[in-house]
Nanobody, 123 residues
Framework: QVQLVESGGGLVQAGGSLRLSCAAS????????MGWFRQGPGKEREFVAL????????NYADSVKGRFTISRDNANNTVYLQMNSLKPEDTAVYYC????????????????WGQGTQVTVSS
């Protein structure tokens, strides 16, 4: 059973930056695609970013492209989400997820989920 634990959330002002971390268990971490999703107040869960386990290729939601960067450190079983130029609409609980090696932005491709970390951006 893969366990994922997010950290790094907090309260920041608009325009600020925050770096989220997701620590994953298991020696097969590098074989998974890793994704970040978020759920804002009164909203459905939405895709934010992914990084594939096979190629390392990345994909981003249009709403965060150019501002957020996903990366991974396979040696330490950790995935990161660097968030810059934060906006109030980025306020959400951010979830880390592990999925198939060639996972798409669809949540259906992700098998394991963390408990989430709150990001609040004030105007």
């Amino acid at each position: 059973q893969v366990q994922l634990v997010e950290s790094g959330g907090g309260l920041v002002q608009a325009g600020g930056s925050l770096r989220l971390s997701c620590a994953a268990s298991g020696r097969t971490f590098s074989g998974y695609s890793m994704g970040w999703f978020r759920q804002g107040p009164g909203k459905e869960r939405e895709f934010v970013a992914l990084i594939r386990g096979s190629s390392g290729s990345t994909n981003y939601a249009d709403s965060v492209k150019g501002r957020f960067t996903i990366s991974r450190d396979n040696a330490n079983n950790t995935v990161y989400l660097q968030m810059n130029s934060l906006k109030p609409e980025d306020t959400a609980v951010y979830y880390c997820a592990a999925g198939f090696a060639l996972a798409s932005p669809s949540h259906r491709d992700y098998l394991y989920w963390g408990q989430g970390t709150q990001v609040t951006v004030s105007s």
